[in-house]
T-cell receptor, first 115, second 117 residues
Framework: DAGVTQSPTHLIKTRGQQVTLRCSPK?????VSWYQQALGQGPQFIFQ???????QRGNFPDRFSGHQFPNYSSELNVNALLLGDSALYLC??????????????FGEGSRLTVL | AQKITQTQPGMFVQEKEAVTLDCTYD???????LFWYKQPSSGEMIFLIY??????QNATEGRYSLNFQKARKSANLVISASQLGDSAMYFC??????????????FGTGTRLQVFP
């Protein structure tokens, strides 16, 4: 049973560029959440997708956008990259709340470095 | 607003000993859930244990137990019989319900645990 898979694992970009990160949820999961983890900090919620719609958004600018596909996989896009966007981006999948305790399964993350 | 506080940036424990990692939380909700995750250097957040606010018994999962003190708003993680492989970052988190079918986790800043022989 494959867990949550993310790609790429590492990438380096320069300021002003755009990046796309990808996530495949755990088999059977229908909800994908994205978190940003800056160095030395806990993860912070970016947004959540369910039924191909953004259900909730954290305190992140519009430069951060996402998408969920019919197969439940998801993409995170960040435009006009800033140095402060350097972080580990974690994808987490779950079943729609109400079906279980809402336990999240995380991927290993995509580590983005902006120069 | 909900908040998780982990006051121990780092902890050391000898192999085979028990260790307690502290977590306090702040919420005005009556129903909430508390989680502990382990994050090794690979980056993946590994779910360890869950405690619901209405659970009367403290949660246990193998060597992990959660010391839940609702009146004090604390949810400390106890790891018994520490192993070298337990060395990692540990995060306490609370589920914040945004709407009926939408929620998110609020994380603390983590505690780095180092187990020595």
């Amino acid at each position: 049973d494959a867990g949550v898979t993310q790609s790429p694992t590492h990438l380096i970009k320069t300021r002003g560029q755009q990046v796309t990160l990808r996530c495949s949820p755990k088999s059977g999961h229908d909800t994908v959440s994205w978190y940003q983890q800056a160095l030395g900090q806990g993860p912070q919620f970016i947004f959540q997708y369910y039924e191909e719609e953004e259900r909730q958004r954290g305190n992140f600018p519009d430069r951060f956008s996402g998408h969920q596909f019919p197969n439940y996989s998801s993409e995170l896009n960040v435009n006009a990259l800033l140095l402060g966007d350097s972080a580990l981006y974690l994808c987490a999948s779950s079943l729609q709340r109400g079906k279980n305790t809402g336990e999240l399964f995380f991927g290993e993350g995509s580590r983005l470095t902006v120069l | 607003a909900q908040k998780i506080t982990q006051t121990q940036p780092g902890m050391f424990v000898q192999e085979k000993e028990a260790v307690t990692l502290d977590c306090t939380y702040d919420t005005s909700d009556q129903s909430y859930g508390l989680f502990w995750y382990k994050q090794p250097s690979s980056g993946e957040m590994i779910f360890l244990i869950y405690q619901g606010s209405y659970d009367e018994q403290n949660a246990t999962e193998g060597r992990y137990s959660l010391n839940f003190q609702k009146a004090r708003k604390s949810a400390n993680l106890v790891i018994s019989a520490s192993q070298l492989g337990d060395s990692a970052m540990y995060f306490c988190a609370m589920r914040e319900v945004v709407s009926y079918n939408t929620d998110k986790l609020i994380f603390g800043t983590g505690t780095r645990l180092q187990v020595f022989p």
